[in-house]
């Protein structure tokens, strides 16, 4: 019996071969960025690079990094909590009045990982989305799973909603969320600067100064480089050359 089961697989195999039978395409990065699903950065021949900061607003954390922003002329792109914007409405608004650019990462940080719900999935992004209209008017067009998590069904949701989704440069993960040090962060991003590179920072860490530290030593570094700093929106338009949707 065992013979004649290998023998009718090895003759299923070549049937289906014969007739034209394709595996399924392999869900890899690849794959994704192919199709744009998902944008992990943008190479360009310009010096440029989008940092972005996760997980705020953060009323002492996030002020702090507005106001090296400033200091070097820097903008960047913050992904929100949603519950976090209905805290701190102030800092949105000043991140908007500086020119940064303000995207959606859930209401409550939640991980799309197996087992979510579509429900779910899709009553995260919106009570943010909500929350960013109410407060200043425009609709965001940016989403960053927490943790990088991400599906087809995610991912699907997210452009229903009108949304881009974005993760980052592998090389540019700073794992700053673990607090593992100044020289950890800032080697991490000098060393493995490229033009359009997207750098994952957290602007809210409870009890941790090191993103701020770091920051004062990668942000004149890479002015000194000849790098301008710019959104992710940014970036994307001078990638595409097109714009992202305008709101209303």
């Not at 890899?28 to 021949?45: A, N, T």
């Not at 002020?63 to 805290?87: C, M, P, S, W």
């Not at 949701?157 to 949304?163: D, E, H, Q, V």
Request: hydrophobic share 35%.
């Amino acid at each position: 019996m065992r013979h004649f089961t290998k023998r009718l697989l090895a003759v299923t195999l070549c049937a289906a071969m014969l007739s034209g039978f394709q595996a399924p395409p392999r869900k890899d990065r690849q794959f994704y960025e192919s199709r744009g699903d998902i944008i992990w950065e943008l190479p360009l021949d310009r010096k440029e690079l989008a940092l972005t900061f996760d997980d705020g607003p953060d009323p002492e954390t996030t002020n702090q990094i507005l106001d090296l922003l400033k200091q070097y002329h820097a903008k960047a792109t913050f992904f929100v909590i949603g519950y976090r914007v209905r805290e701190y409405p102030d800092i949105i608004k000043r991140e908007i009045a500086e020119g940064h650019e303000v995207a959606n990462h859930t209401f409550n940080h939640v991980f799309f990982t197996k087992g979510i719900k579509p429900d779910t999935i899709q009553r995260e992004i919106e009570r943010t989305d909500r929350a960013l209209v109410e407060l200043t008017g425009k609709k965001p067009f940016l989403f960053r799973p927490p943790g990088g998590y991400y599906s087809d069904v995610m991912i699907d949701i997210a452009r229903k909603l009108g949304y881009t989704t974005i993760l980052w440069s592998w090389h540019q993960d700073t794992e700053d969320w673990r607090s593992p040090g100044v020289r950890h962060i800032v080697n991490k991003v000098l060393k493995n600067a490229r033009n359009g590179d997207i750098v994952l920072l957290h602007d809210y860490i409870s009890g941790s100064t090191h993103t701020v530290k770091a920051l004062q030593v990668i942000l004149p570094e890479l002015q000194r480089r000849g790098y301008r700093l710019v959104t992710v929106s940014e970036l994307i338009q001078d990638k595409t050359g097109e714009l992202l949707p305008v709101s209303n």
